[in-house]
């Protein structure tokens, strides 16, 4: 089983910065890929990158590319998600997840192929 808890959301004005992390428990070593998705009020959850946990090869939602990074530091079991030049459009709900089971090939892009999530951090862009 394993456990995860995002942490470092908040508000933040349009255009400044802010870096989520995601501190990751239990079974680590099953992880193939861990994931950043966000929901905003009213909308699906929606794919924001992900990370291959064994080699670090990344891959963005074309929204967050150039502007967000994802990374992450084996030794801690944390995955970061550094944000800058935020925008309102990026006021959510973020997510954690990690996909233990690799049933698709990376890029990991779909939430239903990811089976641990954390409880979610809110990030609020205001104009």
């Known amino acids: 089983q394993v456990e995860l808890v995002e942490s470092g959301g908040g508000l933040v004005q349009a255009g400044g910065s802010l870096r989520l992390s995601c501190a990751y428990s239990?079974?680590?070593?099953?992880?193939?890929?861990m994931g950043w998705f966000r929901q905003a009020p009213g909308k699906e959850r929606e794919f924001v990158a992900t990370i291959m946990w064994s080699v670090g090869v990344t891959y963005y939602a074309d929204s967050v590319k150039g502007r967000f990074t994802i990374s992450r530091l084996n030794a801690k079991n944390t995955v970061y998600l550094q944000m800058n030049s935020l925008k309102p459009e990026d006021t959510a709900v973020y997510y954690c997840a990690a996909d233990t089971q690799r049933r698709s090939r990376f890029p990991v892009r779909t939430s239903g192929e990811y089976e641990n999530w954390g409880q979610g951090t809110q990030v609020t862009v205001s104009s």
């Open positions: 239990g079974r680590t070593s099953d992880t193939y890929a």
